[in-house]
């Protein structure tokens, strides 16, 4: 599996393999981050270069989970804001989300001490509109622990082109 910056020239299989783009374009250095299996993008994540930074958006193709993809992809994204000089990533996932939430704690991510928030109606995004009703966890995790896998290349193959 090879994780590397979403390129211009990406734009078209991605959503063409049914991953959405949602948070595209944002002008704030903000980027969409793609797992790939050879040529097939098989998942991405969002990293917002906000202060801290924040993992978001992150979507795996149906076929595809419970490989490894989601880990991959949120390393990958601890590697960009760590490189970037940042120790802290922050993350929301739904407080029913018991899948997300035990991969996230698994990779040593905790809740950041802010309260839950509500999030209800229709937001617009990029794609169109969209229905929510959930409540959000922030969590977070310290990019700057001595001898982190953040610091570490591991398995997979993260390419730094890109942003």
Not at 119 to 130: A, D
Not at 132 to 151: C, F, K, M, N, Y
Request: charged letters at 25%; hydrophobic letters at 40%; a negative charge.
């Amino acid at each position: 599996m090879n994780v590397r910056p979403l390129r211009p020239e990406d734009t078209e299989p991605v959503l063409a393999a049914g991953l959405g783009l949602a948070r595209l374009p944002r002008g704030d250095g903000s980027f969409y981050l793609v797992a790939w299996e050879g040529a097939a993008p098989v998942g991405h994540a969002h990293l917002a270069l906000s202060d801290p930074p924040e993992l978001q958006d992150v979507s795996v193709l149906p076929a595809h989970r419970r490989r490894g993809v989601a880990t991959a992809l949120t390393r990958a994204a601890e590697q960009e804001a760590a490189a970037r000089g940042h120790d802290t990533l922050t993350l929301t996932v739904g407080i029913a989300n018991e899948n997300a939430q035990a991969l996230y704690r698994a990779l040593g991510y905790h809740d950041s001490g802010l309260p839950p928030v509500r999030v209800q109606g229709t937001v617009q995004i990029r794609t169109g509109l969209l229905e929510v009703d959930d409540t959000l966890l922030t969590w977070e995790r310290d990019l700057s622990i001595s001898g982190d896998p953040v610091r570490r290349r591991g398995d997979m193959n993260f390419s730094k082109e890109g942003p």
